[in-house]
């Protein structure tokens, strides 16, 4: 597994070497796959709400970066177009959270993909789906982090 923050040299794509959410939250990526991605994260207690359970715009993060890492399969820039989110469990500190995404149809430059938030028991927690666009904006150069 690799931890965006201490990943080696061309372990990672240029895209996530950059993604400064991934690395502040701590996702670690498992499976960095062509229509396919999983991440992990560990539920910090600076990622609670009021209530004491994760805040929901945080586990929207973690399987928004998936689904990125998911839908980015080729070196052109691809974008999500749109998104929703269901929440179906709380989460509290402590817990360990993984979001798999799937392909499920790609035409032209669009795509759908779908992301199920588990947590370490299994428990499904939330599930989205985006809608990607691929994009003709320039990509980070390898190597460099930069465009």
Known sequence: MDDVRAAPEGGLRPMLLRDRVAVTLGMRLAVDEPGHAVITMVVRDDMLNGFDVMHGGLIFSLADTAFAVACNETDEVTLAAGAEISFLRPV???????????????????????????????????EFRGRSRTTRLPGPVPGTGTP
């Open 92 to 126: 509290r500190v402590g817990q360990e959270l993984t979001a798999t995404a799937l392909r499920r149809t790609r035409a032209g430059r669009s795509g759908i993909y779908d992301v199920q938030v588990v947590d370490e028991a299994g428990h499904v927690v939330a």
